[in-house]
């Protein structure tokens, strides 16, 4: 299987979370994604893999319209990505995403942190917002450190507060941007365990990762990913066992093989 | 293998690099050329310092009221005395004194009220400083309501005019700096156009053209029976002048927040002014304090370029009374009094502005 464009085109339904068809994309003259076709469903785990420059970064930010693309369709939750202000914020309150230096913002605590959006874009109250903000600051187990700045926290610590700040806003996507590339190997298992956490609770997530443990643990799908093209496409199990593609076999046995 | 068994505790440091002395040693005595340095720069200093103190406050007169009182050789500072009245109100009537006086009390009580981190209700007294205060001043400065005589403008002067053609710049500069600022990074081609030009136009004239333009051609341009009064006409032109300026020191600040800052809003579901308003624009403005306060500094020492189109601010009223045929010859006093009066107002700010900064300081905070 090299391509995933066995769907019929058409209008989602609301079990396609997300949905895009024939998506191109360049940066001037570099085309950084080509003929891009896939769909996630409610509650789907995907890992997206892939050496780096391949395009997995720039797919996941096209979902939420940090980057735009040039060609193609993209629906997210029903709702058509066009170039409509209104429409690209109704999208994005809906799609969470976690970035790999966490962007937490600096001059805010923790607690601001996860509050900020819930009162300004969903109008919630100061208490409400604040007593949600510290529900999920007790899930990613980082709630005693609410009135902390970023700061003063580490790298695992800050990624953790970047997951509860966008569960804030419950949203229906979680996009995660290699949410563990930029920390200290002794953090990666504190974010990752919350990863896991979070998808065996059923939360739709699309994850950008070299960590091929987590996808073999919680990913539905696998995709690998090179020169803006999905190569393959497959269940963990014989995605990792029993690569088609020549591509993944070579990516595969470089990132497993030491 | 074990090299320790047990945690070495915690040791003071030798007392040798401890104290005064220790640190007269290292910074001032280090070696022979640093000795040599140290001992010259203390006789330069003994140089200038005596003579400068015998002046100004030994050898120096300060009771009387008229030059007669002067008979020393040092500064006459009964001159200043003599005019202080003029040098702080202008040529506002001496009957109506008291109404620049509620006004200048007001101004500093308001400043004091937002600088002290105790007091209260910040929020309403901001809001008070930036709309209630400016109406009632100019109701009281200017007169002509309730009973109050009129008072026109070209009679103000002095401290209380430079006072009021900084604070009114500094209070407009800001926004439109910012506004300049976000439009000059907009995507969109006209905004982004207009800031450009308007920038690089304000950045380009000198503020004394500015001031002439204001005063001279502008009247050529209004129709006939309009007239904008002088002090206006100067303070739209020093205000225009400044945001320009404001905004490409905020520019500056707005580059070094990092894209990330503003995807992580946006990927919120922030809006464009959201994203600006709550995360990138407090981030940047706390990072430009420097350069802000720097701009406003440099505003307030450039009111004094408005004496060239007839206002009388605290230098001009000071320059106008060296002219008085009793008291020639004093210019030194004046200047000094004039520059003394300026350092005291831009030295606050600047120690104003390190608190702040150090206040503010939470992104580095370890």
Request: proline share 5%; hydrophobic share 45%.
């Amino acid at each position: 299987m090299t391509q995933a464009a066995t769907n019929t085109p058409g209008s989602s339904t609301p079990d396609l979370m997300v949905e895009m068809r024939g998506v191109n994309k360049w940066y001037g003259d570099f085309h950084v994604l080509r003929d891009i076709d896939f769909e996630v469903k409610r509650g789907e785990r995907i890992v997206i893999c892939g050496p780096s420059g391949s395009g997995k970064s720039t797919l996941i930010r096209c979902i939420n319209h940090l980057e735009e693309h040039q060609q193609g369709d993209i629906v997210v939750g029903g709702v058509p990505l066009t170039q409509d202000v209104k429409r690209i914020e109704q999208i994005r309150r809906s799609v969470g995403m976690v970035f790999q230096h966490f962007n937490l913002f600096p001059h805010l605590t923790v607690l601001e942190n996860c509050c900020i959006a819930p009162m300004w874009v969903q109008k919630k109250p100061r208490r409400e917002a604040e007593e949600q903000a510290m529900r999920y600051l007790e899930r990613v187990r980082i709630a005693e450190q609410a009135k902390k700045y970023p700061g003063q926290l580490s790298g695992g610590q800050q990624q953790r507060v970047a997951i509860a700040r966008s569960l804030c806003m419950h949203p229906d996507v979680m996009l995660f941007d290699e949410p563990t590339s930029a920390l200290d190997p002794e953090m990666i298992k504190e974010v990752l365990d919350v990863m896991i956490e979070l998808a065996e609770e059923g939360m739709t997530m699309l994850c950008v990762t070299h960590e091929m443990g987590f996808a073999k643990t919680v990913a539905d799908r696998v995709i690998f990913m090179d020169q803006g093209q999905i190569i393959e496409e497959n269940a963990p199990e014989p995605f990792f066992n029993n690569p088609q593609s020549e591509r993944t076999q070579l990516f595969l046995s470089q990132i497993l093989g030491h | 293998m074990i090299h320790n068994k047990t945690m070495i505790d915690q040791r003071p440091a030798p007392s040798n690099t401890l104290g005064p002395v220790a640190w007269l040693r290292a910074n001032l005595f280090s070696g022979p050329l640093n000795t040599l340095f140290t001992l010259v720069g203390l006789y330069v200093l003994y140089l200038l310092l005596v003579p400068t103190i015998q002046w100004a406050f030994i050898n120096a007169d300060w009771i009387g009221t008229t030059r007669a009182d002067c008979s020393r050789e040092g500064a006459c500072w009964v001159f200043v005395n003599a005019r202080f009245t003029q040098f702080i109100y202008g040529l506002y009537p001496r009957s109506e004194i008291w109404r620049a006086n509620i006004v200048f009390g007001g101004f500093f009580t308001l400043i004091a009220w937002l600088a002290i981190p105790r007091l209260p209700f910040k929020r309403w007294v901001a809001v008070f400083a930036l709309v209630g205060f400016p109406i009632a001043a100019y109701v009281l400065l200017h007169g002509g309501y309730f009973d109050l005589p009129r008072v026109p403008t070209h009679r103000w002067g002095g401290l209380m005019l430079t006072l009021l053609l900084a604070s009114i710049g500094m209070i407009g500069a800001l926004p439109i700096g910012i506004v300049l600022a976000l439009g000059r990074r907009s995507n969109m081609p006209i905004v982004k156009s207009f800031c450009v030009i308007f920038i690089e136009f304000w950045r380009g004239v000198p503020l004394i053209t500015v001031l002439f333009m204001a005063s001279v051609m502008l009247p050529l341009f209004l129709p006939s029976g309009i007239s904008v009064d002088r002090l206006v006409r100067a303070l739209i032109g020093l205000t225009l002048f400044q945001s320009a300026y404001m905004a490409e020191v905020i520019r500056g600040g707005l580059q070094a927040i990092p894209k990330g800052q503003e995807e992580a809003a946006a990927a919120l579901g922030m809006s464009y002014w959201k994203r600006m308003g709550l995360i990138v624009l407090p981030q940047a403005l706390k990072m430009m304090i420097p350069g802000i306060v720097n701009t406003f500094i440099s505003l307030f020492k450039d009111t004094t370029l408005v004496m060239i189109i007839g206002l009388f601010d605290l230098l001009g009223i000071v320059q106008a009374a060296l002219s008085d045929s009793n008291w020639l010859g004093f210019s030194l006093e004046g200047y000094v009094f004039a520059a003394f009066v300026f350092w005291i107002f831009c030295f606050s700010m600047s120690r104003y502005s390190q608190y702040l900064e150090r206040k503010l300081n939470t992104g580095h905070k370890r």
